[in-house]
């Protein structure tokens, strides 16, 4: 019997095999062919679409659960439910839907014993969330990126047999895009109010109690309308790269100015021959005459003792010369 069963149970199991196998076709890809390792990097941030301060009024009234004789302190904070973003056709400004609640946290003062000189009584708190909504125009500070959606647009097919419409198939075109949404960033928000105490009642000592209050509050909003963009940054140099730079062109600077300064001093010497020339041609027409040429004619001029050392042994010549 046990042999039996071990037959049953090897033929029922399954042989392990391949079930399916397919060879995957590659998809054609395009790309923006543009040069970004020289021209710069693309990136995506959010960029400030405007940047509006709104004034929300809200009054509203709250019950405390036991009765007051005084408000100590009232903490707020704002938060915001719903910040949403309808652009206008114009694309100048857009209307802002705001949704929210002001928490509120009031400590007070009891009245619990009442004497002839005195009241005395515990701290008490009670925490309340007075929500608002308004819509408010916000002015953009830079264009929201929004790319329309076109209808379908349906393409006839001829009837090759009837030479008209065929019925029996259809086909659409539709192009659809998809846009980055708008965001909100709360920035600050400034609160002044006034609570008014409601059927105050006395309790001795030329004192008052209440349970509820009714408050009038004026919230200044301020916050940011944000929307993520793909922008293009210039390449920035690197810092090494621009030492070597700065290396080169004070090297250029240096041998500039090795340059001007060689060739200031060339137009100097050949200034200085030139008057050197000019003041031995005065000395040659005075000694020897305007007719005769100095260097001809040397005859007319006898050797002196100190006159005229300095020119000579400027000529390279020896002696002095006399008349």
């Known amino acids: ?16 095999a391949v079930l399916d196998a397919e060879t995957l076709p590659v998809c054609c890809t395009d790309r923006e062919w543009k040069d970004w390792d020289k021209k710069g990097v693309l990136v995506k941030v959010p960029v400030v679409i405007a940047e509006p301060k709104i004034q929300v ?72 969330k007075v929500p608002f909504t308004c819509v408010a125009v916000a002015y953009f500070l830079s264009k929201p990126e929004l790319k329309e959606n076109f209808v379908p647009v349906e393409v006839e097919v001829l009837n090759k047999h009837d030479m008209g419409k065929d019925p029996n198939e259809k086909r659409f075109n539709q192009h659809v895009s998809f846009n980055e949404g708008f965001f909100c ?27 509820t209050l009714t408050e009038k509050i004026v919230v200044d909003i301020k916050l940011k309308v944000l929307q993520n963009q793909q922008i293009e940054l210039p390449k920035f140099k690197k810092y090494d790269d621009g030492k070597k730079e700065d290396k080169k062109d004070d090297k250029k600077d240096n041998d500039k ?45 006898k050797p002196h003792k100190n006159f005229g050392k300095k020119k000579m042994a400027k000529n390279g010549k020896s002696g002095t010369w006399e008349y």
């Open 57 to 128: 009024n809200v009054e509203s009234t709250i019950r405390l659960e036991n009765k007051a004789l005084e408000i100590k302190r009232i903490y707020k904070n704002l938060f915001l439910t719903q910040c949403e973003l309808i652009p206008d056709e114009c694309g100048k400004y857009g209307k802002l839907f705001l949704s929210g609640f002001i928490r509120k946290n009031i400590e007070y003062a009891t009245a619990q014993y009442v004497g002839d000189c005195a009241i005395s009584g515990d701290i008490r708190h009670t925490t309340a």
């Open 257 to 301: 100015k090795d340059h001007d300064k060689k060739d200031y001093w060339k137009e100097h010497d050949e200034k200085d021959e030139e008057k050197d020339e000019e003041k031995e041609d005065d000395w040659d027409d005075d000694w020897c005459g305007k007719d005769y040429d100095y260097k001809k004619t040397k005859s007319c001029c």
């Open 185 to 211: 960033e709360l920035v600050e928000a400034k609160f002044r109010e006034i609570d008014i105490k409601d059927d105050p009642k006395y309790v001795g000592l030329n004192e008052t109690v209440f349970d």
């Open 1 to 16: 019997m046990a042999q039996d069963d071990e037959r049953d149970y090897e033929s029922s199991k399954e042989h392990a």
